[in-house]
């Protein structure tokens, strides 16, 4: 009797089972079929931006993509978090994707800061391609993103230096000067030429430069024309100094919760694909960026080959110190410069 009544209990026990696994199958059929899922994208950039229509289009490919199934809200003008809270935002998950600048939290992204590095790049295409191809060779990138599942990392296009009432043809120049600095490795190698580096996000320099807090700024071409710098600039010195690198990272549990069928998808969306995209526009607003600055007779002096040597001379220790730096933190400091070098043909 006993025997017989265990067997019961047994098979009821078995019954639930494949009722409960039955019904997870028909959810996760429901997943991946139907169901709605919403996510917000949050970044810095003003609405009027033009990474604002590229979240956008982004955004109606994934939803094309995926039927309907996985939806995109974008919030810019940092609604929802700073720009220097964006990366920590997206890997607690206070927003599901986010879109910043490294250099914003210094310290965060050792390897990655390779790209912002003096004259790694002549091209935000050169230099987004080469991010990602690092990122992707290099496992030790992993863990700067703990939390995140990165989507695409890319630069800007070569960052110049932009002066309001004094135009900078030398080092003598330079010297004394306040310039708004965008990373720790650009502020280092501003200060060895004489020049009093001052961090700032993007989003305070047109202010900072039309009041006066600073008296000029380092900064891609496409910022003349998409943050209004032309307005409140008289100057640039050409030297493609350094790139400005930015992520679009993904927070990880999110990018979990996804069946494995829209994961794939948004993998395909995104990555090398998109990090070029990226490139590709911000070379080109660049290049209108110049244009506009001559029409608005901004003076534009380009730095000769010779002028430009003089100047590394003063820049350069600034790659052996970050190599320095990097290898006392057990990190491939080295390996990571050299194939950084590499790609980029020098």
Request: with cysteine; glycine share 8%; net charge negative.
């Amino acid at each position: 009797m006993k025997v017989k009544m265990l067997k019961c209990i047994l098979l009821l026990v078995a019954g639930f089972g494949l009722l409960f696994l039955a019904a997870c199958g028909d959810e996760e059929t429901s997943n991946s079929s139907g169901e709605e899922i919403e996510l917000d994208f949050s970044h810095f950039f003003p609405p009027t931006h033009f990474m604002e229509e590229e979240i956008q289009s982004f955004s109606e490919e994934l939803e094309e993509a995926t039927d309907g199934r996985v939806k995109i809200t974008s919030y810019p003008g940092a609604a929802l978090a700073n720009p220097d809270e964006h990366f920590d935002a997206a890997a607690t998950g206070s927003v599901d994707f986010a879109l910043s600048v490294h250099g914003y939290t210094p310290g965060e992204f050792p390897l990655t800061s390779v790209m912002e590095l003096p004259f790694m790049a002549e091209s935000a295409v050169k230099g987004s391609e080469n991010l990602w191809k690092l990122y992707d060779e290099f496992d030790d990138y992993d863990e700067e993103y703990a939390g995140t599942v990165p989507l695409w990392l890319y630069t800007t296009d070569p960052g110049q230096l932009f002066t309001v009432d004094k135009q900078v043809k030398s080092i003598e120049d330079l010297k004394g000067m306040k310039i708004r600095s965008p990373s720790p490795e650009t502020s280092e190698w501003l200060e060895a030429l004489g020049a009093t580096p001052v961090s700032m996000p993007m989003n305070e320099n047109f202010e900072a430069l039309e009041r006066g807090v600073v008296d000029g700024t380092i900064a891609p071409w496409e910022a003349v024309k998409t943050w209004g710098l032309d307005e409140v600039i008289n100057y640039a010195t050409v030297g493609n100094f350094y790139s400005t690198t930015m992520f679009v990272v993904m927070n990880e549990d999110v990018f979990n919760s996804l069946s494995e069928k829209d994961q794939a998808t948004l993998k395909e969306l995104t990555g090398e694909k998109m990090a070029t995209k990226t490139g590709e526009t911000f070379d080109q607003y660049g290049s209108e960026a110049v244009e506009q600055a001559k029409e608005k007779g901004i003076e534009i002096y380009e730095l000769s080959e010779d002028e430009l040597s003089e100047w590394k001379e003063y820049i350069n220790p600034t790659i052996e110190n970050w190599i320095n730096n990097v290898e006392e933190k057990g990190l491939p400091g080295q390996k990571v410069y050299d194939r950084a070098v590499e790609l980029s043909g020098k």
